[in-house]
């Protein structure tokens, strides 16, 4: 597994073109030419973590087959779920295809040396490209003298389909003339066999000790014997299973033959007529990686099996969910030598784009900052959007979610018209207007004592108070409701059942936990739970929160995670053992990992930009997470 993960870890390290109109479920391309001139292919290959992979008893010497692709060019990962045949296919340029040739032919001829299969393993040579299908493998690999490929096919399920037939069985068919027939036919059954035999009652008969002591030598006598014949019976099955063994793999050989029939057979459509390199304009060609799903097909691919639902209960489709559709998802990401940052982007229908943009735009609260915490928090994370046009767009996000159930389109627009009948938009999303922020200040020790039950000789219960040293995260979460009574009446009701204390500004939940004491405040908008008063900044902003309420007024949703100092903290207040070597060296290698979004949509898309940031420069940070990697091995 560790040897999987490293290849393609490396995949960035070792992989443009002509047009190709082919469409594609997803997309991957590595963009070598412009990783190659951030870090050296030959340092990565040389890291110790590929030391399996380029070693002289490697069985594959990864190094060796690299040497024959084009480091110059880009490779593609691309695939299909949604047509009749799904498939993935890795495409590689090559620089030197003899020697690719020669390196592949040298390989199967090492396989057929070493296997007792009667059937060889053989390279098919045809006029524009050669295949090559392994036995012990569900890949079949083929190239030209330009490209190299390896391809993998896979059943394809379309529920969809079944409402396309015109007919169906009558279960309900019934040939009465034919029954009738079938009935005389049958001859009356003699049941005498099977008559009750009455038993005459005997006399119980007295059993002596010489009687036992006869019964249980015979029963000893017949467990011996069973014995014997288990063991007869395990050494029989032990051949059968051995022949089921073998009939199993036979089994599988012919089906993974014959699955590589159909990817030769897909293959020969791509090489034929001249192979085109795999190309797609949904990508960002400036990154190191980029990959990008189509959503649309993903869900339609899903939504196929309720269609099967559909049309069992004659329901028609609706064509005007696609226009509240996501359209794609794309995720970009770039290797600097201070830090890695990856771009998720979603991409949505002008409709619902329009919808989103209206939910992500909310101002924050500009009171929530009187409660942020005096200093930066060990993490964060804040999150603003309008419930009140989350709740005014329910039947457009609704419409999306329930074409997807087996529900007429008018039956649909009754519920959601009951719905938005009953819910008042305005006055719920009072209840909680959208701010949420959540903060990580510390973790810290405490004293936890609990009771431990103990016996003793004479079996009577010691019951011993103990006391231990344990850690526990404190914590803040802010959030606003403007509704005029709802939190002061529940707060009120608290103090009436005595759940809670009233405590100047604040309320204390009086109930222990592990947790601590919980804190509650109540100031206009705002409410926050806590158990750590003394970390925040109460009724003013301090520097910190001014610096959040900066990026909070770009960004819906701004968060970090100083992994330095969270690291740290977990070490000062926990006996790590062993680990506590691994994690320094993790606190020391890598500073923080940034998540935020912007509040504006472009071109209907929304962008979710991560950044992990290393304390070092000295080299990039697919070397650095390489030597991580290698040092927690």
Known sequence: MKKIF??????????????????????????????????????????????????????????????????????????????????????????????????????????????????????????????????????????????????????????????????AADSTYYDEEYDEEYIDEVAPVDNSEYAVEVYEQHAVEEVTVQDVVAIEAQEATWEEEEYEEEYEEDYDNEEYYKQLEEQNRLESIAERKKKQVIQEEQIALLFENGFEFPTSTKINPNADIAAWVNYQNAYERINSFVSMFKYIFSIKENPSVAANMIKGMSLDIFFENDKARAEQTIEYSEALASVMQKIISRKPNKNIFNYFPKENPLAFMSYHFSTKDALKSYPELTEQMMAGMPFEKEDAAIAIDLITT??????????????????????????????????????????????????????????????????????????????????NNYYIIKEATELGTIALIKDGDVFVITNGLNYLNNGS???????????????????????????????????????????????????????KSSKKLKGNKMKLELEMNSNYSDKNIVLQALDLFNYLD
């Not at 040389?46 to 002289?56: A, C, G």
């Not at 990580?440 to 039950?453: D, G, I, K, M, R």
């Not at 900066?550 to 970090?560: C, W």
């Open 6 to 167: 490293y290849f393609l870890f490396l995949f960035p390290a070792l992989l443009f073109s002509q047009g190709n109109q082919e469409k594609y479920d997803y997309f991957i391309h590595f963009n070598t030419p412009q990783f190659s001139k951030k870090v050296s292919i030959d340092k990565v290959l040389e890291h110790k973590v590929f030391k399996s992979f380029t070693s002289d008893s490697s069985n594959v010497k990864l190094n060796e087959f690299i040497s024959y692709l084009d480091e110059s060019k880009s490779v593609v990962i691309n695939g299909n779920f949604s047509d009749s045949i799904s498939y993935y296919q890795i495409t590689f340029h090559i620089k030197d295809v003899k020697g690719l040739h020669s390196y592949i032919q040298s390989k199967v001829d090492a396989s057929n040396l070493s296997s007792l299969d009667s059937i060889a393993d053989s390279i098919k040579t045809y006029a524009n490209y050669s295949v090559y299908s392994p036995k012990e493998i569900d890949n079949t690999f083929a190239w030209n003298d330009s490209n190299f490929i390896i391809y993998e096919s896979f059943p394809s399920y379309n529920y969809a389909g079944i409402a396309n037939y015109e007919t």
């Open 422 to 503: 009953i819910v008042d938009e305005e006055a719920v999303a009072t209840l909680f207007d959208g701010d949420l922020s959540m903060f990580l200040h510390s973790v810290e020790q405490y004293e936890h004592t609990y009771t431990s039950t103990t016996y003793d000789e004479d079996y009577e219960e010691i019951n011993e108070e103990k006391t231990i040293i344990k850690t526990r995260p404190v914590f803040s979460m802010v959030m606003t409701s403007s509704h005029p009574t709802m939190l002061n009446k529940l707060l009120d009701l608290g103090v009436r059942k005595n759940e809670f204390e009233k405590k």
């Open 541 to 595: 902003k301090s520097k910190y929160a001014k610096q959040m309420q900066k990026q909070l007024s770009k960004n819906s949703l701004y968060g970090n995670l100083d992994m330095q100092r969270f690291i740290k903290s977990m070490m000062t207040n926990n006996d790590l053992g062993n680990e506590t070597e691994k994690l320094l060296q993790m606190s020391n290698q890598f500073k923080n990992i940034e998540l």
